[in-house]
Protein backbone atom coordinates (compact mmCIF):
# COMPACT_ATOMS: atom_id res chain seq x y z
CA UNK A 1 0.00 0.00 0.00
CA UNK A 2 1.33 3.72 -1.41
CA UNK A 3 2.67 5.92 2.10
CA UNK A 4 3.55 8.66 2.39
CA UNK A 5 7.61 8.89 3.66
CA UNK A 6 9.76 11.53 5.54
CA UNK A 7 13.26 12.20 6.06
CA UNK A 8 15.28 12.19 8.64
CA UNK A 9 12.96 10.38 11.54
CA UNK A 10 14.88 12.64 13.99
CA UNK A 11 16.95 16.38 13.37
CA UNK A 12 18.87 17.86 16.30
CA UNK A 13 20.03 21.25 15.35
CA UNK A 14 21.06 24.36 17.03
CA UNK A 15 19.44 27.08 17.07
CA UNK A 16 19.29 29.59 14.29
CA UNK A 17 20.75 27.24 11.84
CA UNK A 18 18.47 26.01 8.60
CA UNK A 19 16.79 22.95 8.40
CA UNK A 20 14.88 20.78 5.80
CA UNK A 21 12.94 18.12 6.23
CA UNK A 22 11.87 16.07 3.28
CA UNK A 23 8.63 14.47 2.51
CA UNK A 24 7.69 11.68 -0.36
CA UNK A 25 4.29 12.08 -0.78
CA UNK A 26 1.67 9.04 -2.10
CA UNK A 27 2.82 9.19 -6.29
CA UNK A 28 -0.61 10.12 -7.66
CA UNK A 29 -1.60 13.00 -5.19
CA UNK A 30 -1.45 16.44 -5.94
CA UNK A 31 -1.94 17.87 -3.44
CA UNK A 32 0.38 18.57 -0.25
CA UNK A 33 0.57 19.39 3.58
CA UNK A 34 2.71 20.36 7.00
CA UNK A 35 1.62 19.84 10.20
CA UNK A 36 3.24 20.18 13.53
CA UNK A 37 2.44 18.59 16.84
CA UNK A 38 4.31 20.27 19.66
CA UNK A 39 4.68 17.63 22.65
CA UNK A 40 1.44 17.01 24.48
CA UNK A 41 -0.49 20.10 22.08
CA UNK A 42 -2.87 19.35 19.35
CA UNK A 43 -1.64 18.83 15.95
CA UNK A 44 -1.60 22.13 14.13
CA UNK A 45 -1.76 22.82 10.25
CA UNK A 46 0.96 24.90 8.52
CA UNK A 47 1.00 25.24 4.77
CA UNK A 48 -0.79 23.25 1.62
CA UNK A 49 0.87 23.23 -1.39
CA UNK A 50 -0.91 22.62 -4.83
CA UNK A 51 0.30 23.18 -8.51
CA UNK A 52 3.54 23.97 -7.00
CA UNK A 53 2.53 26.73 -5.16
CA UNK A 54 1.33 27.76 -1.75
CA UNK A 55 -2.60 27.43 -1.28
CA UNK A 56 -2.95 28.15 2.37
CA UNK A 57 -0.78 29.04 5.32
CA UNK A 58 -1.38 29.40 8.75
CA UNK A 59 -0.42 32.10 11.09
CA UNK A 60 2.24 30.25 12.43
CA UNK A 61 4.04 29.69 8.73
CA UNK A 62 5.53 33.09 8.77
CA UNK A 63 8.80 34.01 7.10
CA UNK A 64 11.18 31.73 8.67
CA UNK A 65 9.71 28.80 6.75
CA UNK A 66 9.41 27.91 3.22
CA UNK A 67 7.98 25.10 0.94
CA UNK A 68 9.78 23.43 -2.23
CA UNK A 69 9.11 20.74 -4.45
CA UNK A 70 12.52 20.68 -6.01
CA UNK A 71 11.89 17.32 -8.19
CA UNK A 72 8.37 15.45 -9.20
CA UNK A 73 8.68 13.28 -5.48
CA UNK A 74 9.97 15.14 -3.23
CA UNK A 75 8.45 17.76 -0.94
CA UNK A 76 10.49 19.90 1.48
CA UNK A 77 10.07 21.95 4.74
CA UNK A 78 12.90 24.55 5.21
CA UNK A 79 13.24 26.55 8.77
CA UNK A 80 15.53 29.17 7.67
CA UNK A 81 16.82 30.00 11.36
CA UNK A 82 15.29 27.83 14.23
CA UNK A 83 14.06 28.80 17.49
CA UNK A 84 13.67 27.09 20.40
CA UNK A 85 9.94 26.96 20.15
CA UNK A 86 10.23 24.95 16.44
CA UNK A 87 11.21 22.00 18.36
CA UNK A 88 8.37 19.80 17.73
CA UNK A 89 6.67 16.37 15.35
CA UNK A 90 6.67 17.83 11.77
CA UNK A 91 4.17 15.55 9.88
CA UNK A 92 3.64 15.50 6.01
CA UNK A 93 0.73 14.13 4.57
CA UNK A 94 -0.62 14.27 1.16
CA UNK A 95 -4.14 13.65 -0.83
CA UNK A 96 -5.27 13.23 -4.07
CA UNK A 97 -7.59 15.68 -4.03
CA UNK A 98 -8.49 18.53 -2.35
CA UNK A 99 -11.89 20.30 -0.66
CA UNK A 100 -12.38 17.54 2.20
CA UNK A 101 -10.23 14.36 0.82
CA UNK A 102 -8.51 12.03 3.16
CA UNK A 103 -5.10 12.88 3.66
CA UNK A 104 -2.45 10.35 4.31
CA UNK A 105 0.48 11.24 7.00
CA UNK A 106 3.79 10.44 7.07
CA UNK A 107 5.47 9.31 10.26
CA UNK A 108 6.91 12.47 10.80
CA UNK A 109 10.40 13.88 11.88
CA UNK A 110 11.09 14.90 15.70
CA UNK A 111 12.77 18.67 15.20
CA UNK A 112 14.74 19.20 18.34
CA UNK A 113 16.61 22.81 18.61
CA UNK A 114 18.72 23.21 20.68
CA UNK B 1 -9.25 29.55 18.88
CA UNK B 2 -10.18 25.82 19.52
CA UNK B 3 -12.58 24.85 16.72
CA UNK B 4 -12.22 21.18 17.36
CA UNK B 5 -12.36 19.91 20.54
CA UNK B 6 -12.04 16.41 22.44
CA UNK B 7 -13.02 17.09 25.86
CA UNK B 8 -11.51 13.90 27.06
CA UNK B 9 -7.87 13.64 27.51
CA UNK B 10 -8.07 9.71 28.32
CA UNK B 11 -10.43 6.50 28.30
CA UNK B 12 -10.21 3.00 29.31
CA UNK B 13 -12.01 0.44 28.39
CA UNK B 14 -12.61 -3.18 28.35
CA UNK B 15 -11.86 -5.73 25.68
CA UNK B 16 -15.12 -6.68 24.43
CA UNK B 17 -16.52 -3.58 25.29
CA UNK B 18 -17.93 -0.59 23.48
CA UNK B 19 -15.49 2.13 23.27
CA UNK B 20 -16.92 5.70 22.54
CA UNK B 21 -14.99 8.76 21.59
CA UNK B 22 -16.66 12.14 21.60
CA UNK B 23 -15.53 15.50 19.75
CA UNK B 24 -17.36 19.20 19.19
CA UNK B 25 -16.83 21.90 16.74
CA UNK B 26 -17.57 25.45 16.36
CA UNK B 27 -17.36 26.23 13.05
CA UNK B 28 -20.94 25.99 11.52
CA UNK B 29 -19.11 25.83 8.27
CA UNK B 30 -17.51 22.41 8.53
CA UNK B 31 -18.86 19.95 6.38
CA UNK B 32 -16.27 16.92 6.67
CA UNK B 33 -14.92 15.46 9.51
CA UNK B 34 -12.40 12.57 10.22
CA UNK B 35 -10.54 10.22 12.54
CA UNK B 36 -7.52 9.14 12.66
CA UNK B 37 -5.39 6.95 15.35
CA UNK B 38 -2.13 7.83 16.61
CA UNK B 39 0.34 5.04 17.78
CA UNK B 40 3.67 6.78 19.63
CA UNK B 41 5.86 7.45 17.64
CA UNK B 42 4.04 7.79 14.30
CA UNK B 43 1.70 9.70 12.21
CA UNK B 44 -1.88 9.58 12.57
CA UNK B 45 -3.39 7.12 10.33
CA UNK B 46 -6.75 7.67 8.82
CA UNK B 47 -9.45 6.04 10.31
CA UNK B 48 -12.86 7.00 9.14
CA UNK B 49 -14.81 9.75 7.68
CA UNK B 50 -17.97 11.27 7.65
CA UNK B 51 -19.22 14.07 5.58
CA UNK B 52 -22.30 16.05 6.55
CA UNK B 53 -24.85 15.00 4.47
CA UNK B 54 -24.81 12.18 6.18
CA UNK B 55 -25.47 11.55 10.25
CA UNK B 56 -23.77 7.34 10.32
CA UNK B 57 -20.89 6.01 8.86
CA UNK B 58 -19.73 2.69 9.40
CA UNK B 59 -16.84 0.71 9.13
CA UNK B 60 -16.23 -2.73 10.14
CA UNK B 61 -16.45 -2.06 14.01
CA UNK B 62 -15.79 1.55 13.99
CA UNK B 63 -18.97 4.01 13.27
CA UNK B 64 -19.01 7.47 13.47
CA UNK B 65 -22.15 9.52 14.30
CA UNK B 66 -22.20 13.38 13.22
CA UNK B 67 -25.10 15.03 15.09
CA UNK B 68 -24.95 18.37 13.28
CA UNK B 69 -27.29 21.00 15.18
CA UNK B 70 -25.43 19.91 18.37
CA UNK B 71 -22.10 20.42 16.60
CA UNK B 72 -20.70 17.15 17.61
CA UNK B 73 -19.04 13.89 16.69
CA UNK B 74 -18.63 10.56 18.04
CA UNK B 75 -16.68 7.54 16.96
CA UNK B 76 -17.86 4.07 18.30
CA UNK B 77 -15.44 1.06 18.37
CA UNK B 78 -17.23 -2.59 19.24
CA UNK B 79 -16.19 -4.67 20.41
CA UNK B 80 -12.91 -3.11 21.27
CA UNK B 81 -9.68 -4.60 21.15
CA UNK B 82 -6.46 -3.94 23.06
CA UNK B 83 -4.29 -3.09 19.37
CA UNK B 84 -6.88 -0.32 19.54
CA UNK B 85 -5.08 1.31 22.29
CA UNK B 86 -3.44 4.91 20.37
CA UNK B 87 -4.31 8.43 20.72
CA UNK B 88 -7.59 9.62 18.77
CA UNK B 89 -7.90 12.64 16.75
CA UNK B 90 -10.85 14.20 15.23
CA UNK B 91 -10.23 16.65 12.72
CA UNK B 92 -12.73 18.68 10.33
CA UNK B 93 -12.60 20.98 7.24
CA UNK B 94 -14.78 23.05 5.09
CA UNK B 95 -14.50 26.55 5.29
CA UNK B 96 -11.49 26.67 3.20
CA UNK B 97 -11.60 22.64 2.14
CA UNK B 98 -7.67 22.22 2.46
CA UNK B 99 -7.07 22.71 6.03
CA UNK B 100 -8.03 20.87 9.00
CA UNK B 101 -8.33 21.66 12.34
CA UNK B 102 -7.61 18.74 14.80
CA UNK B 103 -8.83 18.16 18.42
CA UNK B 104 -6.33 17.46 20.75
CA UNK B 105 -6.83 13.82 20.79
CA UNK B 106 -8.27 11.07 23.56
CA UNK B 107 -5.89 8.41 24.77
CA UNK B 108 -7.36 5.39 24.54
CA UNK B 109 -6.45 2.07 26.72
CA UNK B 110 -8.27 -1.27 25.94
CA UNK B 111 -7.87 -3.46 28.96
CA UNK B 112 -7.28 -6.94 28.07
Known amino acids: EPEVTQTPSHQVTQMGQEVILRCVPISNHLYFYWYRQILGQKVEFLVS????????KSEIFDDQFSVERPDGSNFTLKIRSTKLEDSAMYFCASSRDTFGDTQYFGPGTRLTVL | DQQVKQNSPSLSVQEGRISILNCDYT??????FLWYKKYPAEGPTFLISISSIKDKNEDGRFTVFLNKSAKHLSLHIVPSQPGDSAVYFCAASGDTGNQFYFGTGTSLTVIP
Open chain 1, 49 to 56: FYNNEISE
Open chain 2, 27 to 32: NSMFDY
